[in-house]
């Protein structure tokens, strides 16, 4: 039997990730099933702009049906110290800082998204810098690249290009 058994006494962990996969699902649910409608309209062309906010919603809900299993099947892992905010309120201003950027910057898609998913991989991360700096460099990179050439080069949708010229 795997899992955490639960010591007498100890404290059961809050309830929070398990609300926030929750509503996370079901934000999902309703935004894939618009995207469904919307996509039905317009087509599911690969070429459109039907495809993407399926697969993308679509992938949401899978991943927040992840997460909110997870939730569930660890509830009953006490927390130390009750929790911290600290991470969940960096990767929100992370991701504020992110949107901003990507709003009135001209720093473009590709230079924003490789910064923001360090700055999120270093915040998540436990591991000291000197591991794994190589690695998560390469990560931001390849994956901000390879996300904007997908976008803009097979599903024609615009993203800012910014001061790279691709």
Not at 18 to 42: C, K, N, S
Not at 75 to 91: D, F, I, M, Q
Not at 151 to 161: Q, S
């Amino acid at each position: 039997m795997s899992g955490t058994v639960q010591e007498p006494g100890a404290a059961k962990a809050a309830p929070g990730p398990i609300v926030a996969g929750g509503m996370l699902f079901a934000v999902g649910a309703l935004l894939f099933a618009q995207a469904l409608a919307l996509a039905g309209e317009r087509g599911y062309a690969p070429s459109g702009p039907g495809l993407a906010p399926v697969i993308v919603t679509g992938l949401w809900v899978l991943v927040s049906l992840g997460y909110l299993a997870e939730s569930i099947r660890n509830r009953a892992v006490p927390t130390e110290g009750g929790g911290s905010w600290r991470t969940p309120l960096l990767l929100l201003a992370a991701l504020i800082v992110y949107a901003l950027v990507l709003k009135y910057t001209v720093t473009g898609y590709v230079l924003a998204t490789a910064a923001f998913v360090l700055v999120t991989a270093r915040t998540l991360s436990t591991r000291p810098v000197r591991e794994v700096v190589v690695r998560d460099l390469a990560v931001a990179v390849g994956l901000s690249v390879g996300i904007y050439l997908v976008f803009t080069r097979l599903l024609g949708i615009v993203l800012p290009a910014g001061v790279l010229p691709l």
